[in-house]
């Protein structure tokens, strides 16, 4: 019986993105490879002896991959996009399903060994989401290929730390240039920032929405721990300098930010409808149904604040009358 020969080159496709980097990380550091080939369109500005970086055109994949490079090898795709990025359905199908399948056909043309890709949890061509549709088209075209050894990868959710990461560095730097001295300036740098939110960033909302339900359900203690303290830093820095002037402690604030999350997640799930409910919503003339998910946050979160401002300053004055009548005491006592 012929045994099946150990593949010595890896050709990464996607490898600047958040799990292409991971991936030719472990690659790099896998004693069965020898030789890792990365397609880029620019440098990755990463050394390796065992590296190689191909500078290509995705739109001309086909006619630009070496054939030598590609026989006998395991190729790995980890192209994707968000429709914030791609800024068109057009735009995106090209990057998550033109540029798979293309590669997938020049790894069938020159002998590759696998063809390994990553798509998504729930792809289907019957999928009511766009996204999720595409991964699923991507897939059907590529199991007509008939290749040789053909591996989908559907993770739930790509949980790098992007957007947390972002909105922390950016309320840090409000918090900066604009200093929280009382907490009236907290409530209007969250009511502002919240305001840009759930206007502009799409993709955070999701995340927040579905980070309980999905995301911590189906990611492994370790890494997410690791993201975790990563966040965590940055969260301690960004509550030092909003407490630097006594305006609230630094458990009031993470207080008021788990309440935020709380918050966006429940007005997004009310305010998610099925495009069939949507669609006899519409046709029954019931629009009063439909949630503004804006609104309902915003409002939401300003009761809130309004709520905690009134027990906050009640909590202050109780200690201060506390301390009063400690000194009080001490004082009585001295005498």
């Known amino acids: 019986m012929e045994t099946q020969k150990e593949a010595v080159t890896a050709i990464v496709a996607g490898a600047t993105g958040m799990m292409g980097r991971q991936l030719v990380k472990l690659l790099l550091e896998h004693p ?11 440098d990755m500005g990463i050394s390796h002896p065992k590296l190689v970086q191909k500078q290509v055109s995705f739109d001309q994949l086909e006619e630009q991959l070496d054939g030598t490079l590609v026989k006998d090898a395991d190729v790995f795709c980890t192209l994707g996009t968000t429709m914030g990025q791609a800024g068109s359905k057009a735009a995106f199908r090209r990057v998550d399903n033109d540029y798979p399948v293309a590669l997938g056909r020049a790894a069938l043309r020159h002998g590759a060994a696998s063809y390994i890709v990553v798509t ?54 409000i918090i900066v240039e604009s200093r929280i ?29 579905m980070r309980t339900i999905v995301l911590e359900k189906n990611v492994d203690a370790e890494t997410m721990l690791m993201l975790k303290m990563n966040l965590y830093v940055q969260m ?20 008021v930010l788990q309440a935020e999350a709380s918050i966006i997640t429940g007005c997004k799930l009310n305010a998610t409808l099925s495009p ?32 905690y401002r009134v027990t906050h300053r009640n909590a202050v004055k109780e200690h201060i009358l506390d301390n009063m009548l400690f000194n009080n005491k001490e004082e009585t006592r001295n005498l």
């Open 236 to 255: 301690r820095r960004m509550t030092t300098l909003i407490c630097e002037h006594n305006a609230l402690t630094e458990t009031e604030v993470m207080d």
């Open 120 to 173: 998504a949890m729930w792809s289907s061509v019957r999928s009511l989401m766009f996204y999720t549709r595409v991964k699923g088209e991507a897939e059907r075209y590529l199991l007509a290929l008939g290749l040789p050894r053909l591996v989908f990868l559907r993770p739930s959710l790509l949980i790098g730390d992007r957007e947390y990461e972002k909105r922390l560095n950016r309320l840090i730097e």
């Open 32 to 42: 069965a490879y020898a030789r890792v080939i990365v397609l880029v369109r620019r």
């Open 181 to 209: 001295r009382d907490f009236d300036d907290f409530k209007h740098l969250l009511l502002t920032e919240l305001s840009k939110l759930v206007e502009h960033n799409s993709l955070y909302i999701r995340l927040e929405a």
């Open 276 to 307: 069939e409910v949507v669609d006899i919503i519409e046709k029954q003339g019931m629009e009063g149904l439909k949630r503004d998910f804006k609104q309902d946050v915003l409002s939401t979160m300003q009761s809130y604040l309004e709520g």
